[in-house]
């Protein structure tokens, strides 16, 4: 029976370097007889490492790539799950052991896949360190991307989060952490699920994860521990690593993250210029993978922004929403693409713009009267306002992908 018969994705407990690792797994549709080349993209979680917190994520990226020639596999971090592959009190694993978990990941997967596969790696926050350490050791494997969402690439420990956890977490002795968790894994499933999305605010899957596959006494001490590590190991930027190898490089932050924060997106644009490091235009919360709407949004733009078989820049979209201040050069830009400024003027502001100099006027002095969302094609010279839902993301896009055939 074949992998596409069943369900996406599948559910599977690896067997990575003798670590039964749970993982994720998408499968390229396309069958091995089918001539064309291959691309698997490797997801590395972030802390805590369970990747059942981005099923949904991945899974949106899987369909929205619509690649028959793109395989997906997620792997969660050891010691950071349990199951039937893991059962009993886990051992604690260090930073270093987990990027060698990951390596292995890729070693086998270049081990069970033809020659010229290429592979695609993705982080998410010190996931994306990891990933960062696994090309620095695999530079000659054909991984022709590395794709870092939100990413603690250097100082952890100075971050505001990092502070915090500092002085705070960090202070209490790892036993009595595990311990108190340990007490509310015994609370039965409905009533700590209950629980912990009123104290998280948690809903749907996150919910699930957290409080049935994180609130394991083993689980936190390995999370906390990671965590301790992350703090005192990632330090300063490996600057020749990633000069030599920026241009596999896509970075995403966001403008309120406390781990991986602003003026980490500004050392690493000042620092390579001519590098992909994008500011969601959109506040997309670091832990975006408990937001609908972000989760959505980031798939989508996400899985576009390279056609996974060439690795060719597939589109340049923004989605400017509601907390970005566009500049004068960019209204004049969307104006343009929509032959004019009326467009742009939301139909609360009265009296409504009788001129283009009007206009542009009241949007200086009054951002709040921009009309938004607004999805913007710059490579194109195409705009669409005021479409709450996704599906002009979609089509912009997919025109924009038309015209590279």
Known sequence: MRPNAFQKPLRTVWNVANHATESLWWPAAAQKEQQRTKTVLLFVCGNPGLVEYYTDFLNAIYEQAA?????????????????????????????????????????????????????ILMGHSMGSYVCAEVLK????????????????????????????????????????????????????????????GLITGQKGNGLKVTAHGLMHASVVKNVVHMARQEMELIKELDDDFYATHV??????YSRNDQWAPLDHYEFMTEKFPNAQVHLCAEDIPHAFIIVETSRRALALLQARQHRPSSGEDAYRVDIIGAETLPTKDQLNQMASYLHGWQPLVSEQRQPMPSTMQDAQDILLKDPEALKRPIVVDWSNGKAAVGDASLDTVEALIKHRLDLKE
């Open 67 to 119: 690649n028959p020639y793109l395989e997906i596999v997620g792997v969660s971090h050891l010691g950071h799950s349990l199951g039937p592959h893991a059962s009993g009190p886990q051992p604690l694993y260090g930073l270093q052991e987990q990027i060698d978990h990951k390596i292995a990941c890729l070693d086998l997967l270049r081990s069970e896949n033809p020659s010229d596969t290429q592979y």
């Open 137 to 196: 050791q695999r530079q000659q494997h054909n991984i022709i991307r590395l794709i870092a969402l939100f990413p603690t690439l250097r100082e952890i420990a100075l971050t505001p989060n990092g502070v915090t956890l500092s002085r705070s977490l960090f202070r209490v002795p790892l036993p009595i952490v595990s311990g108190v968790v340990g007490l509310a894994s015994l609370i039965p499933g409905p009533i700590r699920q209950s629980l912990t």
């Open 247 to 252: 241009d596999k490089f896509i970075m995403y």
